[in-house]
């Protein structure tokens, strides 16, 4: 059993066809027996994900609506979201500074950094976003970017 902490651009693969799809499918269903935590952002973050794939005729409403669905079903069942809270922006806004990140990803590796701690446990990082993995090396995580696999 392995524990990923996934950023929406790495879950997101799970949803829509893009490169690395097959390896995030691999490891993220429930049935595969790993343990798949996401930050509170995922849900609202894959809608906006959704619609612009649906705006720029990438996706059908129909998949548009049947992705919605699926995402908050397995964000309820299959995965452990971390709750945003005032104390976990705090340290978020700390990554902003220290790193020079954007907002959403500081809160992203805020939440994976509470995950480490609440859990006890090390995780591997996976996060499409170049400096967001540096960022996360730097704070003792382990990232991988699912961009490197087919």
Not at 2 to 31: L, M, N, Q
Not at 43 to 60: C, D, G, P, Q, T
Not at 86 to 113: F, N, P, T
Request: aromatic share 8%; net charge negative.
């Amino acid at each position: 059993m392995t524990i990923y902490f996934a950023d929406t651009s790495a879950i997101a693969k799970r949803y829509v066809d893009e490169p690395g799809s097959a390896w995030v499918r691999s490891w993220s269903p429930k049935a595969a027996g790993h343990i798949v935590i996401v930050s509170d952002l995922l849900v609202v973050e894959m809608h906006s994900l959704l619609a612009r794939k649906y705006r720029e005729n990438r996706i059908s409403y129909q998949d548009l609506l049947l992705s919605r669905e699926t995402v908050v079903a397995h964000t309820i069942r299959e995965y452990i979201a971390v709750n945003i809270d005032q104390q976990l922006l705090i340290i978020a806004s700390e990554l902003v500074g220290k790193y020079v990140l954007r907002v959403l990803d500081a809160i992203q590796l805020a939440s994976a950094l509470r995950a480490v701690t609440t859990l006890g446990e090390q995780m591997i990082f996976v996060t499409a976003d170049r400096n967001l993995s540096l960022a996360a090396a730097v704070e003792g995580l382990a990232p991988d970017d699912p961009n490197l696999y087919p």
